[in-house]
């Protein structure tokens, strides 16, 4: 990839120093981004792929991906997929690929010797006696009746469990510590659970499942990770990782944890995005609204742009809200270095010059790109009857209306300047065209006798246009900090019933080229723009809004640092 973003040093990146200076690893430093295959990954996952890949390239050491896949129900290949083309797509290549269930064999095994050692137990409470039986923070919890089995006994049971013999749900392997510790995790965790469920791998090899604590550590320790780094939920996991470990006598990584991103206006839990996705309120995980990097490719997103959001919002060990406005801020930095200048009309007004000559097509030249002079050039064509903006003219202007009124004279974009002469209305009065005329000797914007005009429209010539749909954005949801629900309230109910507008568009020829992930482009005056690579025909363009132009971002900025 190429890592034109800063790397900023951080907590985390200081212990990875530490270490290296201590010896601890040997100056090994591998990471591993674990992602469990049950749905598409979104921006918050970016975050840690960003993290752990970007660690791995800074020190010169290695990245593996893989996948914690231990919940046969939820998890599917589609997911597994998607992960992969996710993770390559901004910018990252693994060292290497594994799963967890490669490792279910070894996890069994080492069961069994904790087993052996003592350290666990088959537990015949139901799910439900083990959660009551658990304790609180403030009160210790109870032994369960089948704590003290022995040796022999757990280990029959045990087998017996993997050979299927018993129902669902009726037995579970649990570790034997502690029912008065003060961090619960440790009283006397479930190891293992019985499922009678296929898996996307495994099939029906196996039908104990290994919980998540008893397999992440265990997984980090066979890869000989060093830093295994995770969200600050697993914070108060950490003592049992390192129990496990420690038990088993094998190779210890160094968990350490980092606060989750959280986006402003979006939801970011699986569970969440999946119910948008089977409840029909986007069109899919890629739905151009949605914070999943799917979504976000599809809709313009760039992996230069996310990779620049991650490394400028940094890791640290406090949860927060970011603005989803600093998000679009780095996209539209990127966006405006690579994407070519076009005219657009999104709501199109029809004007004919009448005093253009009939059959007259002029190619007027185009700078690509302001920001990047080799971009080039490109011919535009110019004839007698153009769409422009209808909200570039009004009929009766407020005062500080600058652009086409009648009468009124304005700028087309490097062509002429137009003027208003007569408003041509149907039967219901709507404004269906406007006669104009142009000034030949305004060729490129500007008169020999200096005269000023104060608005600058962009147009499309109506004979060369291609027609095209195009989708406005906004915001998935009404609500800023969407972790902030009260008790019991969906948080459907805040779904923005505005959050897409289709509208029927008039773009320059030029575009009729684009093609799907190719350049993005900046539409003058609306926004970043890129193809719809789903529901785009040959002819029959799609294009999605990436961002408008507009930069909000300065003005929170500014608003946070007064606070
Ligand atoms: P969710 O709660 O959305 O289902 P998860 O944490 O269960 O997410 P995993 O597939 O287990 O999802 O996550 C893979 C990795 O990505 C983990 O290391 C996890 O900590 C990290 N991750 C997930 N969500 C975020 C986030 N919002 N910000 C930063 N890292 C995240
Ligand atoms: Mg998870």
Known sequence: MSSGEAVRTDFIRDIIDEHNRTGRFGGRVHTRFPPEPNGYLHIGHAKSICLNFGIAQQYGGQCNLR????????????????????????????????YASDYFEQLYQWAVQLIKAGLAYVCDQTPEEVR???????????????????????????????????????RTLRARIDMGASNLNLRDPVLYRILKAEHHRTGNKWCIYPMYDY??????????????????????????????????????????????????????SKRRL???????????????????????????????GLRQFCAVIGVTKFNSLTEVELLEHCLR????????????????????????????VEQL????????????SRQVPFSRVLYIEQDDFREQAPKKFFRLTPGGEVRLR????????????????????????????SRGGWTPDGRKVKATIHWVSAEHAVAAEVRLYDRLFTKEDMNDLAEGEDWRTHLNPRSLTVTRAYVEPSLAEATPGGVPFQFERQGYFQLDPKDSRPGQPVFNRTVTLKDSWAKIEKKEQGD
């Not at 939820?74 to 996710?86: A, G, L, N, P």
């Not at 022995?150 to 993997?162: I, K, P």
């Not at 980090?220 to 003592?239: A, V, W």
């Open 67 to 98: 996948f914690d896949d231990t919940n046969p129900t939820k998890e599917d290949v589609e997911y597994v997929d998607s992960i992969m083309e996710d993770v390559r797509w901004l910018g990252f290549q693994w060292d290497g690929l594994y």
């Open 132 to 170: 009551r039986s658990r304790g609180t923070l403030t009160a210790p919890g109870q032994e369960s009746p089948y704590r003290n089995r022995t040796v022999a006994e757990n280990l029959d049971l045990f087998e017996r469990m993997r050979a299927g013999e018993f129902a669902d749900g009726s």
């Open 215 to 268: 397999a992440h550590g265990q997984s980090d320790s066979l890869e000989r990770i060093t830093h295994s780094i995770c969200t600050l939920e697993f914070e108060n996991h950490r003592p049992l990782y390192d129990w496990f470990i420690e038990a088993l006598g094998i190779y210890a990584p160094q968990q350490i944890e980092f606060a989750r991103l959280n986006l402003t206006y979006t939801v970011m």
């Open 274 to 304: 999946l119910s948008l996705v089977q409840e029909g309120h986007v069109s899919g995980w890629d739905d151009p609204r949605m914070p999943t990097i799917a979504g976000l490719r599809r809709r313009g997103y760039t992996p230069e």
């Open 333 to 360: 930095d990127d966006l405006n270095k690579r994407s070519p200048r076009v005219m657009a009309v999104l709501n199109p007004l029809r004007v004919v010059i009448t005093n253009y000559p009939e059959g007259q």
């Open 365 to 376: 030249e185009f700078i690509n790109n302001p920001e990047d002079p080799s971009a080039g």
């Open 414 to 441: 490097w062509a002429y300047y137009l003027k208003c002469n007569e408003v041509v209305k149907d039967e219901a009065g709507n404004i269906v065209e406007l006669r104009c005329t142009y000034d030949p000797a």
